[in-house]
């Protein structure tokens, strides 16, 4: 990875419910930001491989029961655990694009019935992302992208909550978040994606890192 000294990365996230898109894109865009010479790495939450990691995989796969409120918890303290790493990379010029953040967070445990505050306040004083790209279409489109899985949460019912809660966040965060009619063809949504991002690479590099407030 080159460094860029002086300039601090961008800050980009991929949100969306199951099957939007979201790793296809984010690789496709990791991609594009190499091949015109910008240091980058790509992230995902979960991070699977930490030791809260494997517990979040753990209840996920359905090995382990643990309280909404207790998952909850880990899959934020999972990107506690990355904050440092963030934060280092981007003050070493390098451009994160992150599968999933702090709004899958709240999206998923606000959909099983929590709190809209309570499940938000562990995320602050998180870095801000610069960007999220939230990759939209009907459930019934996702789901005619393959059967669901055996994962929790992978059912119709809770997507279309979750989906709700990314609705909110999204009008509510309009200055950075970018809608994007994720039932596109893979290339469109590539195409609106790296323009967008071009535009952001203009003008981030100067700026200050912002928290979750
Ligand atoms: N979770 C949580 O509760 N709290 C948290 O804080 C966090 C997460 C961070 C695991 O997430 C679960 O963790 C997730 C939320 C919860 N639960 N659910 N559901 P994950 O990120 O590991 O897994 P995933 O993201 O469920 O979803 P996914 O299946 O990986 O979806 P995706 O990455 O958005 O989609 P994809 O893999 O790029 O594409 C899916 C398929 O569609 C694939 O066959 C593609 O070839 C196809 N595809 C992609 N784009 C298109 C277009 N444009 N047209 C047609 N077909 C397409
Ligand atoms: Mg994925």
Request: aromatic share 10%.
């Amino acid at each position: 990875m080159k460094m860029n000294a002086g300039k601090r990365g961008a800050f980009i996230v991929f949100e969306g419910c199951d099957r939007s898109g979201k790793t296809t894109q984010s690789r496709l865009l990791v991609d594009w930001l190499q091949s015109k010479d910008i240091p980058v790495k790509h992230m995902n939450f979960p991070a699977r491989d930490s030791r809260i990691g494997q517990v979040i995989n753990s209840y996920l796969t359905n090995k382990q029961e643990l309280s909404d409120e207790v998952i909850h918890l880990m899959f934020s303290a999972n990107r506690w655990e990355f904050s440092k790493e963030i934060k280092n990379h981007l003050l070493a010029g390098i451009t994160l694009v992150v599968d999933r953040y702090s709004y899958s967070g709240v999206a998923y445990t606000v959909a099983k019935g929590l709190d809209f505050d309570w499940c938000y306040a562990p995320e602050k004083g998180l870095i801000r992302p610069d960007a999220v790209f939230y990759l939209k279409a009907s459930t019934d489109i996702l789901s005619e992208r393959g059967s669901y899985g055996e994962e929790r949460y992978e059912r119709s019912e809770f997507q279309r909550k979750v989906a709700a809660v990314f609705n909110r966040i999204c009008s509510q965060e309009s200055s950075y978040w970018h809608e994007i009619q994720a039932g596109k063809s893979v290339d469109d949504v590539h195409a609106e994606i790296s323009k967008v991002t071009g535009e952001l690479m203009q003008h981030v590099a100067n700026e200050p890192l912002f928290e979750l407030k």
